[in-house]
């Protein structure tokens, strides 16, 4: 049980264009699911928050306007990013975590290449 | 804020031989949770063990174990057995317990994690 899908695993994508990125809990609904981004070598760093139906809440110093979240349904959370550029190339994670249970479940992560 | 440290960047360990990893963190709650995952090569994030700050007795899986000291603020890890597919980073986390409209955020807390490579 408690399984993060996380699609697509790679993607490279041309500098200006935009990429999206879906995370799903396979066996569970998810109320909360976060975003995270990993440089190399790096641990995880927190970039929003999504509750569903609710506008995603993110952290200092990251910005809404190229990072849009949406968590439309208990089981689905899409981050894309707009307008990608050199900079944005990272690997991105997304977890889910269940109302009343205290573990987030990850996705297998996203790695993104921006030409 | 809270702040969790993990002190070990990288460690090996003989296979069939027992290591520890360490993590200290900092909070003022009183109510919170410790997680130890994993990142294998492959990258996908794995649960090891959970930790509940109420709970005196050190959480166990298996192979795994932590030992828990609550008044010090300190997490770590003890690896039994160890096996070449333990061979991964290790991230000590910390969640807060946090109800506020719509039940608990669950946020966690990285540390910078320890690279562990069991040799044959």
């Known amino acids: 049980g408690a399984v993060v899908s996380q699609h697509p695993s790679w993607v490279i994508c041309k500098s200006g264009t935009s990429v999206k990125i879906e995370c799903r809990s396979l066996?569970?609904?998810?109320?909360?699911m976060f975003w995270y981004r990993q440089f190399p070598k790096q641990s995880l760093m927190l970039m929003a928050t999504?509750?569903?139906?609710?506008?995603?809440?993110?952290e200092q110093g990251v910005e809404k306007d190229k990072f849009l979240i949406n968590h439309a349904s208990l089981t689905l959370s899409t981050l894309t990013v707009t307008s990608a550029h050199p900079e944005d190339s990272s690997f991105y994670i997304c977890s889910a975590k269940l109302a009343g249970v205290n573990i987030q479940y990850f996705g297998a992560g996203t790695r993104l290449s921006v030409l | 804020a809270q702040t969790v440290t993990q002190s070990q960047p990288e460690m090996s360990v003989q296979e069939a031989e027992t290591v520890t990893l360490s993590c200290t963190y900092d909070t003022s709650e009183n109510n919170y949770y410790l997680f130890w995952y994993k990142q294998p090569p492959s990258r996908q994030m794995i649960l090891v063990i959970r930790q509940e700050a109420y709970k005196q007795q050190n959480a166990t899986e298996n192979r795994f174990s932590v030992n828990f000291q609550k008044a010090a603020k300190s997490f770590s890890l003890k690896i039994s057995d160890s096996q070449l597919g333990d061979t991964a980073m290790y991230f000590c986390?910390?969640?807060?317990?946090?109800?506020?409209?719509?039940?608990?955020?669950?946020?966690?807390?990285f540390g910078k994690g320890t690279k562990l490579s069991v040799k044959p």
């Open positions: 999504s509750n569903e139906g609710s506008k995603a809440t993110y």
């Open positions: 986390a910390f969640m807060k317990i946090w109800r506020g409209y719509g039940g608990s955020q669950g946020n966690l807390i």
């Open positions: 066996d569970f609904q998810a109320t909360t």
